[in-house]
């Protein structure tokens, strides 16, 4: 890569248009001064290698990888951390000097720094977590928890034979519990995830029972349209620390930021005020 090229970045996705790193990422750029861009690209699957072959010659220093490519990112990387393969796809590449592709995987960090900045005294040990859904948000989250030392993963999803392949997969810390008992698993949990799309913009409503929630419990949803979900609104009002997804989206920013851009950025109240516009 020529020392005098503008460095770019960009995430790649179909449909790409709703993506918010665009604004997160050139927010970053401006609050440290840096030259470089970031730009959305609305990539179909028949062409993402070839596009993404083409990109360090353009100048990109790596991008972001979002729904429907995560996956399969990971066969065109010559390097792949052992965090992305443990989850399974990778939401960043880094197009390093040598030519070689790197690819990673921050959504799991970028979920347990939001924790941590929003519910300060958090402590993974201090009982089971509770983790709706059994897509590839819960593979990172699952993968994330373990890795903190949660003690025990009480996961439930609609369709109960991805919840019993997790199982399978990361092992006897995870208890399946059937999608009409999830509101059951919320008396037990010290910690609760919501991965499902359920109470989005646009997606069918969350309808978990929440009457077993307990004051003191973590809730956290990776939905973050709306800010305040249904989930969160009733986690404040039983006495749960509520911590909603926006920033984890921010915080799984900051690794790739910091590879491409050189400097690490910091989640700010402005940081969020820049991507909520
Ligand atoms: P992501 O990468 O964001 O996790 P995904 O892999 O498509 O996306 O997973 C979406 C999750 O939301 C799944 O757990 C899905 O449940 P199923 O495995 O049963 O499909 C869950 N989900 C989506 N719509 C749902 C609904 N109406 N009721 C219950 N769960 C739903």
Not at 46 to 69: A, C, Q, W, Y
Not at 134 to 152: F, K, N, Q, T
């Amino acid at each position: 890569m020529n020392e005098h090229r503008i460095p770019l970045a960009g995430v790649i996705g179909s449909p790409i248009a709703h993506s918010r790193s665009p604004r997160l990422h050139k927010h970053w750029l401006r609050v440290y001064g840096l030259p470089g861009d970031y730009v959305p690209l609305h990539v179909e699957p028949e062409d993402l290698v070839e596009v993404i072959r083409s990109l360090p010659k353009m100048g990109f220093v790596g991008v972001n990888i979002t729904i429907p490519h995560k996956v399969a990112v990971l066969e065109l990387a010559d390097l792949v951390t052992d965090r992305a393969t443990l989850i399974g796809a990778a939401n960043t590449l880094i197009f390093r000097k040598d030519g070689k592709i790197h690819a990673d995987n921050t959504d799991g960090y970028g979920f347990i720094a939001n924790l941590k900045q929003n519910a300060p005294g958090w402590n993974p040990a201090a009982g089971p977590a509770a983790v709706l859904g059994a897509g590839g948000a819960a593979r990172a989250v699952i993968a994330s928890l373990i890795e903190v030392g949660v003690p025990e993963i009480l996961l439930s999803n609609r369709t109960r034979p991805k919840s019993d392949a997790l199982k399978s997969e990361f092992g006897q810390r995870v208890r399946v519990v059937d999608w009409v008992q999830a509101g059951n698993m919320m008396e037990e949990a010290a910690t609760v995830v919501n991965t499902t799309s359920l109470g989005m913009v646009g997606a069918a409503e969350f309808r978990v029972p929440l009457d077993g929630l307990r004051p003191g419990t973590v809730v956290s949803d990776l939905v973050y349209a709306p800010l305040k979900t249904r989930l969160l609104v009733e986690a404040e009002a039983a006495g749960c620390v509520a911590v909603d997804g926006l920033g984890m989206l921010l915080h799984q920013a900051v690794p790739a930021f910091e590879r491409w851009f050189g400097i690490r950025p910091e989640v700010t109240q402005a940081t969020r005020d820049a991507v909520i516009g």
